[in-house]
């Protein structure tokens, strides 16, 4: 047994070992990039068939991955891409990077690491490693893949099949911390297969973080995100209690980011977006309803950030007012449809419950965004406006949803007739202006 862990080291340290990587996306394609630059053979396998044709024809779909350090992978034969599972049959090491959203019912949708499981479960073989990096509740890689990927295999955990747990901890848009600097968490079933996993990644990134078990790894992701969760959702309502006050919770934050410790300095916004933040802790929350304990700090967070676009709309409607213009039937534009700044993902921005609500209280929406030519979006259907300038002078209202950097605020200020101005992209223009609304 000694020997046949020892065989997939070797393979792991001299990177002959041929790695899978299932999903991709967001996380997958920027992990499958990472990994062949370190020497690996990667296959990446996605059931979209054109995202498939496009890797292979050596492009590169996502802003965050070089276009060029694709088409040299490609052309190497270094990463190649496929929607057959069966190559899991060939591999060695396969990372799991599927997604894992909410229902409409707010519980979490485990389908895709159940459908992956079952799809690759009849190509598992001794001397691999399977590392989970989907984003989950404690207790998933156990009592969910482990039976799935070994039930009637003869393998053994630890000895001739190594099952690991490792957040992903991408950040859209980030160039100072990416996949090969983030310290990257490792969690496994057992101690063998924490090292093994741990020596996998080792040979692509460059600080390793190794913990006892999956759970700790997969608590360790929900603490991350739980804590900006609940730390946003504070500064949310800090918003909402400063203007009932009539103070500026802009210059409140600021004031209080002076000091060298004890504080770090969050703001409030529109409401979250992301793959991650608003989603993540919902997990850990309904993981320990099951448990029949209530995550308080978690609920209510949710309950204050999920009322943020209302609370927007609120204010345009109170902006509109004061000028005697009616929410039914204004025209308004909105700036910005990512979900953060310099972005082209709108994965659960909030600038689409925005929209949609001054859709459902009669006002004719249109938005602009330089990352986001179109929105295709459930009830939504809008083209970006062509002429940014021409649409701020038009409208009765501008609501600033997302703060690109690549906007002339001053300009938008001069032009615009109203302004809501919900993530302080002004910063002090206009600050005395009656027509200028803060969040």
Same mark, same amino acid.
């Given at each position: 047994?000694?020997?046949?862990?020892?065989?997939?080291?070797?393979?792991?340290?001299?990177?002959? /070992?041929?790695?899978?990587?299932?999903?991709?996306?967001?996380?997958?394609?920027?992990?499958?990039?990472?990994?062949?630059?370190?020497?690996?053979?990667?296959?990446?396998?996605?059931?979209?068939?054109?995202?498939?044709?496009?890797?292979?024809?050596?492009?590169?779909?996502?802003?965050?991955?070089?276009?060029?350090?694709?088409?040299?992978?490609?052309?190497?034969?270094?990463?190649?891409?496929?929607?057959?599972?069966?190559?899991?049959?060939?591999?060695?090491?396969?990372?799991?990077?599927?997604?894992?959203?909410?229902?409409?019912?707010?519980?979490?949708?485990?389908?895709?690491?159940?459908?992956?499981?079952?799809?690759?479960?009849?190509?598992?073989?001794?001397?691999?490693?399977?590392?989970?990096?989907?984003?989950?509740?404690?207790?998933?890689?156990?009592?969910?893949?482990? $039976?799935?990927?070994?039930?009637?295999?003869?393998?053994?955990?630890?000895?001739?099949?190594?099952?690991?747990?490792? $957040?992903?901890?991408?950040?859209?848009?980030?160039? #100072?911390?990416?996949?090969?600097?983030?310290?990257?968490?490792?969690?496994?079933?057992?101690?063998?297969?924490?090292?093994?996993?741990?020596?996998?990644?080792?040979?692509?990134?460059?600080?390793?973080?190794?913990?006892?078990?999956?759970?700790?790894?997969?608590?360790?992701?929900?603490?991350?995100?739980?804590?900006?969760?609940?730390?946003?959702?504070?500064?949310?309502?800090?918003?909402?209690?400063?203007?009932?006050?009539?103070?500026?919770?802009?210059?409140? &934050?600021?004031?209080?980011?002076?000091?060298?410790?004890?504080?770090?300095?969050?703001?409030?916004?529109?409401?979250?977006?992301?793959?991650?933040?608003?989603?993540?802790?919902?997990?850990?929350?309904?993981?320990?309803?099951?448990?029949?304990?209530?995550?308080?700090?978690? #609920?209510?967070?949710?309950?204050?950030?999920?009322?943020?676009?209302?609370?927007?709309?609120?204010?345009?409607?109170? /902006?509109?007012?004061?000028?005697?213009?009616?929410?039914?039937?204004?025209? &308004?534009?909105?700036?910005? /449809?990512?979900?953060? $700044?310099?972005?082209?993902?709108?994965?659960?921005?909030?600038?689409?419950?925005?929209?949609?609500?001054?859709?459902?209280?009669?006002?004719?929406?249109?938005?602009?965004?330089?990352?986001?030519?179109?929105?295709?979006?459930?009830?939504?259907?809008?083209?970006?406006?062509?002429?940014?300038?021409?649409?701020?002078?038009?409208?009765?209202?501008?609501?600033?949803?997302?703060?690109?950097?690549?906007?002339?605020?001053?300009?938008?200020?001069?032009?615009?007739?109203?302004?809501?101005?919900?993530?302080?992209?002004?910063?002090?223009?206009?600050?005395?202006?009656?027509?200028?609304?803060?969040?």
């Amino acid at each position: 047994m000694v020997n046949k862990k020892n065989s997939l080291q070797k393979k792991i340290n001299d990177r002959s /070992a041929k790695v899978v990587v299932l999903g991709l996306g967001y996380v997958g394609l920027p992990l499958a990039v990472v990994l062949a630059e370190a020497g690996y053979q990667v296959t990446g396998v996605d059931p979209d068939q054109e995202k498939v044709t496009l890797l292979n024809q050596g492009i590169s779909y996502i802003d965050d991955v070089d276009i060029e350090a694709v088409k040299l992978l490609t052309e190497s034969k270094n990463l190649l891409a496929t929607s057959d599972f069966s190559v899991v049959a060939e591999a060695d090491a396969v990372s799991i990077c599927v997604p894992t959203p909410l229902r409409k019912t707010r519980d979490p949708d485990l389908s895709y690491i159940v459908d992956v499981s079952e799809a690759i479960a009849p190509f598992i073989h001794p001397h691999m490693v399977v590392v989970l990096e989907s984003t989950t509740y404690p207790g998933t890689t156990r009592e969910l893949l482990l $039976p799935k990927l070994i039930e009637a295999r003869n393998l053994t955990v630890g000895e001739n099949f190594f099952l690991a747990f490792s $957040p992903e901890r991408v950040d859209p848009g980030r160039e #100072d911390w990416t996949t090969v600097n983030t310290p990257k968490v490792v969690g496994g079933i057992t101690p063998a297969c924490t090292e093994i996993a741990s020596a996998f990644y080792e040979q692509a990134m460059e600080n390793i973080v190794s913990v006892s078990t999956t759970e700790v790894a997969e608590m360790t992701k929900l603490l991350e995100n739980t804590y900006r969760m609940v730390n946003i959702g504070l500064v949310n309502e800090m918003a909402i209690m400063c203007d009932r006050m009539g103070i500026d919770v802009w210059e409140v &934050i600021e004031a209080a980011a002076t000091k060298p410790f004890g504080f770090m300095k969050f703001t409030p916004g529109p409401g979250l977006g992301g793959h991650c933040i608003p989603i993540d802790p919902l997990y850990l929350s309904w993981k320990l309803r099951s448990l029949n304990y209530t995550a308080r700090f978690i #609920d209510l967070a949710s309950e204050i950030n999920t009322g943020m676009p209302r609370y927007v709309v609120g204010k345009v409607q109170n /902006a509109l007012n004061s000028r005697q213009i009616p929410l039914k039937n204004s025209r &308004i534009l909105v700036l910005g /449809a990512a979900y953060k $700044p310099d972005i082209n993902d709108v994965r659960e921005s909030p600038a689409l419950d925005v929209i949609g609500l001054l859709q459902q209280n009669g006002a004719e929406v249109t938005y602009h965004d330089p990352y986001i030519p179109q929105l295709s979006q459930e009830n939504i259907k809008l083209s970006s406006v062509p002429d940014l300038m021409a649409a701020v002078e038009s409208v009765d209202c501008v609501v600033i949803i997302t703060n690109h950097s690549e906007y002339d605020y001053q300009q938008i200020y001069e032009k615009a007739n109203c302004v809501m101005d919900a993530r302080n992209a002004l910063g002090s223009i206009g600050r005395d202006d009656p027509k200028v609304t803060r969040l």
